[in-house]
């Protein structure tokens, strides 16, 4: 954050004042800074937060993206149309940076136990929700083998990708609204539903199937139904696309924080770099089909990205989990070996796994 905060001051004065090369430098530095977030916010989501309230928490975590846009597009535009122009809009989101850095480092804490304002109660729920991830060994190593071989880890990640795609062009206020209303009132409903009828597991898989299909759907009748009469149509089927968004929070997000509580940083930053894979390849796609602009073009844009969604959705709905993989605790026991992850059992081999799945569902 301090890095997004200073190169954003910096901005406005280098795109006035210098060349491209440190205006590109800057632009770089913001990413990198950006970059940095999010797996310190999933890592810090995984100590605090148990596995049945991670919903919620998820959908909470991410509403800042939703109220960005509800308030920060309308803002920065009346930035740029007064006299103070549109260096305003990047001195204001320093400003922000700065006041959120001053409050992180005075009261945020890496867990529970090292906070002071947490009650004994508290503490004692979260150690006994949560349990302690954190690796008992100095000279632990990541489990990469495990980690890239692992289904459900690939099954976030390749629906993050897929959902990823979709973001790029369907950023207004309605969409941010509906998004936000969604999922806040869809995660609410599904940690109830935790505590009742639904594992973990279940819920991630029930929130992807059901984020797909508004997504899918949305998308192909975008390629039929709007036209210049009722752009109505296209607004609501865009609300669409972004509710589900919304609800895949609670699908492959809340999955990729369950996973490997000890390596949540690790997944989410693999997660990201997959997921601007996604949203770099998009831009391609789209000019390579779209030539003249026309209805036709766009149709065979949304079937292919809604392909994508499908399949995506269909695997994890198959192979998707929320809880804890065995080659994520091993090195999480009390006096074991770091070398045990090499001990991993045959039935826990991923190859296995998708063995057992199939003859599961072909039985059923």
Known sequence: MLILTISTVLFPYMAM????????IS??????????????????????????????????????????GIFGLPLA???????????????????????????????????PQKSPYITEKELAYLERSIGDYKPKKKDFHTPWRHIFTSIPVFCCISSGLAVMMVTNGFYSAAPFIAQLIIKLSWSVML???????????????????????????????????PDCQKPWIAVLLCCGVSGGFGIAINGFYVSMLSLAPAYTGILSSIHMIIGFIGM?????????????????EWRIIFFIIAGILSVTGIIFVLFGEAEVQPWARLDLMNGKNQHNLLNVKENDSPIIQVKDKANSILIH
Request: positive net charge.
């Open 17 to 24: 004042n210098t060349s491209w090369q440190f205006v590109f």
């Open 27 to 68: 632009r770089v530095l913001t990413g990198c800074g950006n970059g940095l977030i999010v797996p310190a916010m999933n890592a810090m989501i995984t100590k605090w937060i148990p596995n049945k309230e991670k919903s919620m928490a998820a959908s909470i975590f991410t509403s800042g993206n939703q109220i960005a």
């Open 77 to 111: 535009a009346a930035f740029c149309a007064s006299e103070w122009k549109w260096p305003t809009v990047f001195y204001c989101g320093a400003i922000m940076g700065a006041i959120w850095l001053v409050i992180w480092r005075t009261t945020v804490k890496n867990s």
């Open 191 to 225: 940690d109830k539903l935790k505590g009742k009828c639904l594992s973990n597991t279940a819920a991630v898989k029930l929130s992807q199937g059901i984020a797909t299909l508004m997504i899918v759907v949305s998308l192909i009748l975008l390629g039929y139904l």
């Open 280 to 296: 770099i390849a998009t831009p391609q796609i789209v000019s390579y089909f779209r030539v003249y602009g026309i209805l036709e």
